[in-house]
């Protein structure tokens, strides 16, 4: 159901050996070794006793928790004919967690995993899960991110949910600290880019064309599954943001959420906008087929949206995307958006 | 397909709104008002940001997670008739982590929830839901614990999954300290129980008798969906015990786990097993059909077990149930016992 390599459906190579065929202490065993469980500062006692045991070096410590479920987050075999890889969601349930942390001004210690897992998926699946997971923290940074445990149970929906923590070495960065006159920044990989991941994948294709899918569409495609939020910039804006959060349902719809919190508008720059949407397409060339639309509603890429005290010079990787105004929701060349075009599991 | 009543099979009242009919910030906002999540001295910022902020008063702290997937930690509807409600999932899968939190010496703190529900749950499962889990934690004594976010998904099957921290006012109660000469200990209800009502409730009998289930039956059943750890004891055997541990998966299983992480072995006494037999059978009549192997292979009882040292006055509310010795695994009356005989999600 999973393979190991994407892409590789109708292969007819020897059936994969399953979860059902493997006991629980050899996927436990598989994940110690893959995953970043080794000794730590801030980890007294890892995976094996009734919970782990932590000894923060700050005083005060952040928690967050995000789920990825099969057939809602992602898919295993895409309209496009691509099948999601372990790795593929390996990376994502980390780095959206490590976002989340950095969003906070946090730095990552520790993660608890639950997967959940059909008879049917692959051992490799579970492998490739776990160096996914190792990956992204050693891609995006998180250098003192530790796996301190977790719960393997069977399913009939694939489903994984990482819970994380964090330290926070100054104040907190929160949605709700921001003040008419400020400056709207974000920082991280171009707008969109997950959106268009998104389309492509979810683009259906007859079944003989799969192989001709080219190679900017493979490459653009990791977007959804590799974002990579800045984890420096969270620490780093604390001490000088207003206010600060993870950009993941759409830039219009959290950005109303940082403005309600706050009490205040958000009016974005057009200029800077139409920038932002010619580096996506000069990444993404035909492919970012829906224009603007992908940057302002696209969700899943991770930036970071913060807004900065006037006169603040800008951070490394930051750029202005508009201002912190008198009034309510978010607006663009005068004209109200609607946040509700964003993401909701149950509308 | 989750009756806020358990039983209520083919009833043929009007449909309950479902999650699908209702907005994730409905949802939200229903789970807040229900749920612990006050301000609290240790909280600093609970739901509504990217992450929770904590503020521990203790120098260190503890981590666990556990998921209820339907259909492998529990059953929509049962075999007996009963239908299983948010209730009974939301006091289950508080009590299991407190009860975790508890066996390392801890106090709980704080807790993340993952509710992921297919579109037809009822509105009222996850009201059920969270009534339940502040049931409880208000029932156990988990004064300090609150709920400082989570997230909601839709999914194909109902799985939540829970995390929770906690904080060690002393050292840490390890599976790792027991020592040859050491009494072995059991704190909580009856060994048994929760194996005792799974029999009941995952006994087929015909749709026309599900009314006649009798009166003693529906209270036994209780027993899976509400285990009672006992919360004190963790705390206050931490300064005094040797090892100790959540037994979950048997008394049997859970405690080769413990004599594994100790390096030795340990001697149940015939005699205290018979007393813990004879409570069982005075608690839940023929219903205790399986004798002796109730105490020693059910799951889901959520006692702590724990190692004394010699001479050490028994705990209020603790039982001695053998002894620790030299060599390996877990013995009764010369016999070695199977430990494989309990739970494994994939063997």
Known sequence: MFPREGGAVGS?????????????????????????????????????????????????TVATVDAAVEGEDFLSVWPSGYATTGWDVGFKSCAQNLSDVNAMGAEATSALLVLA??????????RGYAEGFAAAAQRLGAARLRVVGGDLSGTRTLTVSVSMSGELPGPALLRSGASAGESLIVVGETLGRADVALGLLASRRPADRVEAWD????????ALFEPLPPLSAGPALAAIAGAAMDISDGLVRDGARLARASGVGLELDPVALQAELATLEGWAGRHASRGLEHVLYGGEDHLLLATLPEGTP?????????????????????????????????A
């Open 12 to 60: 007819n190579r020897e059936a994969p050996r399953t979860v059902a065929e493997a006991s629980e202490a050899e996927l436990v065993e598989l994940l110690h070794a893959v995953l970043p469980v080794h000794a730590s500062a801030g980890v007294v006692l890892g995976i094996g006793d009734d919970a782990a045991v932590l000894s923060p070096s700050a005083v005060r």
């Open 314 to 346: 800008l951070p490394t990787g930051a750029r202005s995307i508009g201002r912190v105004v008198e009034g309510a929701g978010v607006s663009l060349a005068g004209e109200h958006l609607d946040e509700r075009r964003g993401f909701d599991h149950f």
């Open 117 to 126: 897992l059909p008879a049917a998926t692959p051992v490799d699946w579970v």
């Open 215 to 222: 190679q900017r569409a493979r490459a653009v495609s990791r």
